[in-house]
C-alpha cells in the first residue's frame, strides 16, 4: 500500500492532535528525563520532532515502513538528535531498553497487533512508557460506506480478490487487560474529536490520506475517479458541508502504559 505524505499532511494540524493528549500523559507528574525515544510508525515525522521540543538532549527516533512517509520525514524534520528509517515495525528492535516508545494511529494497520504487544513492551526500560493511540471509528460512515462501495457489484469483481489491508482494533478494555497483565500500570480512555474540516468534501479528502489508501493503491486512475466519485456521494449525505466546514466525529482510543518491572 503506498502513502501520500502530502495528501496526509492536508490536515496535519487535527490529526496531530490525539498524539499531544496522548504524550501529554506520558510522564506527567514530571517522573522521567528520557534518554532514548522511539516512535514506531512515525509517518512524515513531524509528530516525531517535535519530541525534541519537549525532551532536549533525548536520542528520537521514528521508524516507518513507508519509504515515502521517511522521504518526506528526512527533508522536514531530521535534525540534531532526530532520525528516521525505513523499517517494518514488526521486525523492528532496539539496541538498548527504550524510555519512551510511542505508536500514533498506527497499530491498527499491523494485522495482530495485539500479541505483537509483548515483545514492544520488552523494548522498554523498567519504569519506562509505552503509549499507544488508534482509531475507534470503525462503525462511522467513512468505513462503512467505504466498505459498502467496496463491496458493491460494480467493485466486488475488482477488488474482492484483492488482499486489502483492513485496520482493524480491539476493544479499549481489552489494550487494558493486555498491557496490565504484562507487567505495566496502564492508563487508558477514548475521546470523540469534532474535527471541523474546511473545504469541500473535506471527509473524502480526509479518507485519502488514511482509509482509502488502500482502495486506491489498488487501483488505476480512471477506476480511482469512478470509485471516489461514487464513495464522496455518500460522504456528502453522511457529513453535510455546513456555513463553518464539515464536522467529522472521531473516535480515538489512547492507552498510557508504564512498564513497572
Ligand atoms: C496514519 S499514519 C500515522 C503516522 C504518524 N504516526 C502520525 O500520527 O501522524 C500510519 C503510519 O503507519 C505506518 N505503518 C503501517 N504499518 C506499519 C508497520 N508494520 N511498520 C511500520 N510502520 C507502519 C504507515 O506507513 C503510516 O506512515
Known sequence: MKWDPAQYLRFADARG??????????????????????????????????????????????????????ERAQQDNARDGVRFSVGDLRAWAPTRPVDVLA???????????????ERLVGFVAPGGWFAFQVPGNFGEPTHTELAAVRTSPRWQPVLGGLDLPQPAVKEPVTYVRRMTELGCAVDAWE???????????????????TGLRPVLSALDEDQQAEFVAEYAERLRAAYPQESFGTVLPYRRIFVVARRET
Request: charged content about 15%; some cysteine.
Open 17 to 70: 492532535r490525539p498524539f499531544q493528549d496522548l504524550m501529554a500523559r506520558v510522564g506527567s507528574a514530571g517522573e522521567i528525563t528520557p534518554s532514548y525515544v522511539v516512535d514506531l510508525g512515525c509517518g512524515p515525522g513531524n509528530l516525531t520532532a517535535g519530541l525534541a521540543d519537549r525532551w532536549p538532549g533525548a536520542d528520537i527516533e521514528g521508524v516507518d515502513s513507508s519509504a515515502e512517509m521517511i
Open 103 to 117: 505508536s500514533n494511529a498506527t497499530l491498527q494497520w499491523v494485522p495482530g497487533h495485539l500479541e505483537l504487544l
Open 191 to 209: 475521546t470523540t474529536y469534532l474535527q471541523v474540516l474546511p473545504g469541500p468534501d473535506a471527509v473524502l479528502e480526509w479518507m485519502k490520506g
